[in-house]
């Protein structure tokens, strides 16, 4: 009971939390409005962030869900509170340290929430996909990947990063790439849509939020989405056989 009851309140105080963020507000200022600061293409429409409600709602039931298995005389690993508690930690570090502009340690702390959720991650096998098992954990973890680009590029335009002679839009491009690479890598070796479909959510935001000011990076987005898209159908047959 009490690895539950851990879980339990660490989810509590990750809603609370981020609740307060954008009611109170934190430091006088909402996450979306220091994210609007600066034009950073790669950070998605703001319809796309009410993701955050989806998983919330999502953990809700994989917490009931961990409730039931203690009844039935199943505990939560050790391993999953652990992870599962310390990524909750490092979300409510982060937004502490976001809203009041420590920006170079907000990267270590969304760096340190991303590693959390991996490890919790890995606690599932791939036949374990059901919404009381991994799939919270998967739609969560695709959101970070997503959210720790958006944020060291958001930290490298706040310091005026050079990109070493390469624009603003090649970038962008670059880390769509990047960030497809992991969501078809994921999708092949874990069988895991529903992190794949993350990304394409927050691709589409992408193309939505720079639209016809920014071409190339618009159209990047939609294309990365299709071959995401593609790579699901296909990754499906082929573990189907």
Do not use: C
């Amino acid at each position: 009971m009490f690895r539950t009851l851990v879980m339990t309140i660490a989810f509590l105080a990750i809603v609370v939390f981020n609740t307060l963020a954008n009611t109170l507000p934190i430091n006088g200022q909402t996450t979306g409005e220091i994210s609007n600061r600066l034009p950073v293409m790669f950070t998605p429409a703001g319809y796309v962030f009410s993701i955050w409600s989806f998983i919330y709602i999502i953990f809700a039931i994989w917490i009931i869900g961990q409730w039931i298995r203690w009844k039935n005389g199943t505990a939560p690993s050790a391993k999953i509170t652990l992870y599962f508690t310390l990524s909750a930690a490092f979300n409510i570090a982060w937004l502490f340290l976001w809203h009041y502009e420590f920006f170079i340690w907000s990267i270590v702390a969304i760096v340190s929430y991303l590693i959390a959720l991996v490890l919790l991650y890995l606690q599932y096998s791939n036949a374990e996909r059901k919404l009381t098992e991994r799939m919270p954990v998967s739609i969560n973890l695709g959101w970070i990947i997503v959210a720790t680009i958006t944020n060291i590029n958001f930290v490298l335009t706040y310091f005026n990063w050079s990109g070493w002679g390469l624009s603003d839009q090649l970038w962008t491009v670059i880390m769509l790439t990047v960030a497809t690479a992991i969501a078809l890598h994921i999708r092949f070796h874990h069988n895991d849509i529903p992190i794949a479909l993350v990304f394409i959510w927050a691709f589409i935001g992408i193309a939505v939020k720079n639209g016809a000011d920014e071409l190339l990076v618009t159209t990047a987005s939609l294309f990365l989405s299709g071959v995401i898209a593609t790579g699901i159908l296909l990754i499906k047959k082929r573990t189907a056989q």
